[in-house]
């Protein structure tokens, strides 16, 4: 079953998934509520706790953290971010504190994870920037960051396949593309060497 929205969150960490919000086809967090969905899908924010005062301002707010994610984390792919984006980063990473979060038992008897009290827009932009942080100062997982082969694609993602051999976000998506490409491409070029149109 798809997501709600269009998102994704099949990049390896919270904030790869915030960077497939945006680019192709189109922009992901267009308001509130794709915004809020965005944060339960994520895992920002546990299931059935949505936080109170989700409005435009946090959309806009996570869109300028995205924007400086992507800049940081290409950058970094590429040889190294730039020492005002790194201080940018850890500003926001060390802006409020993480929100409290309490173990309370399901109706099935089961805990799950909940917090003492409503987030706020700045605690949740931390915990990003804070898994963004993770990211990049461990060797392993960065080791693991790739971009997206897909025509097109933008995506960067964690490689932890066998091999570190991955090549697309998705192989459901961009992988399946360009096999079909692939396909179009050596169909019409058989069919050019007998003389027949593909």
Do not use: K
Not at 92 to 106: E, K, Y
């Amino acid at each position: 079953m798809a997501a709600p929205y269009d998102l994704r969150f099949d990049c390896g960490r919270i904030c790869l998934d915030l960077l497939a919000t945006a680019g192709a086809p189109a922009e992901r967090l267009t308001g509130p509520e794709p915004l809020t969905a965005w944060l339960t899908g994520a895992g920002v924010l546990p299931g059935g706790a949505p936080p109170d005062g989700v409005d435009g301002q946090w959309v806009a707010r996570f869109r300028e953290l995205r924007a400086l994610l992507r800049r940081v984390v290409c950058d970094e792919l590429r040889g190294g971010a730039a020492d005002a984006d790194l201080a940018l980063l850890n500003a926001a990473a060390a802006a409020a504190a993480p929100p409290a979060v309490h173990a309370v038992r399901a109706a099935d008897g089961t805990l799950v994870r909940t917090f003492l009290a409503p987030p706020d827009c700045a605690q949740l932009l931390a915990a990003v920037a804070r898994d963004a942080v993770g990211l990049l100062t461990d060797a392993t997982a960065r080791g693991q960051l790739r971009e997206c082969a897909g025509e097109g694609c933008s995506l960067v993602y964690l490689d932890a396949s066998r091999g570190r051999r991955r090549r697309w976000c998705s192989s459901e998506v961009c992988g399946n593309r360009e096999r079909v490409a692939r396909h179009r491409r050596r169909t019409g070029a058989q069919g050019a060497a007998h003389g027949t149109r593909p």
